[in-house]
Nanobody
Framework: QVQLVESGGGLVQAGGSLRLSCAASGRTFSGYVMGWFRQAPGKEREFVAT????????NYADSVKGRFTISRDNAKRTVYLQMNSLKPEDTAVYYC??????????????????WGQGTQVTVSS
């Protein structure tokens, strides 16, 4: 069993920054693809960013490219999402996700096998 625990959410003014963390425990994560998704009220969960655990390759949604950075610390089994220049439309519950498979459909919710409980990010205008 794999457990993912997010932290770091909160309330921030537009233009501000937050760093989310996702701590992984359980089975080995060598080769795992890790992702961040978000879900705003009344909307579907959407892809934000992804990183391969061993290769360090990253991909981003167009809406966050240039503002968000995903990274990982293998020794700490933790994935981060640095969010800068935050906008009110970034307000959502942010979820960490993981899969042991080498997926190409990394933007799809269904591609991931494990999920955290989510952390709320609220950006005020």
């Amino acid at each position: 069993q794999v457990q993912l625990v997010e932290s770091g959410g909160g309330l921030v003014q537009a233009g501000g920054s937050l760093r989310l963390s996702c701590a992984a425990s359980g089975r080995t994560f060598s080769g795992y693809v890790m992702g961040w998704f978000r879900q705003a009220p009344g909307k579907e969960r959407e892809f934000v960013a992804t990183v391969t655990w061993s290769g360090g390759q990253t991909n981003y949604a167009d809406s966050v490219k240039g503002r968000f950075t995903i990274s990982r610390d293998n020794a700490k089994r933790t994935v981060y999402l640095q969010m800068n220049s935050l906008k009110p439309e970034d307000t959502a519950v942010y979820y960490c996700a993981a899969t042991p498979y080498k997926i190409t459909s990394y933007r799809l919710v269904s591609a991931y096998d494990y999920w955290g409980q989510g952390t709320q990010v609220t950006v005020s205008s």
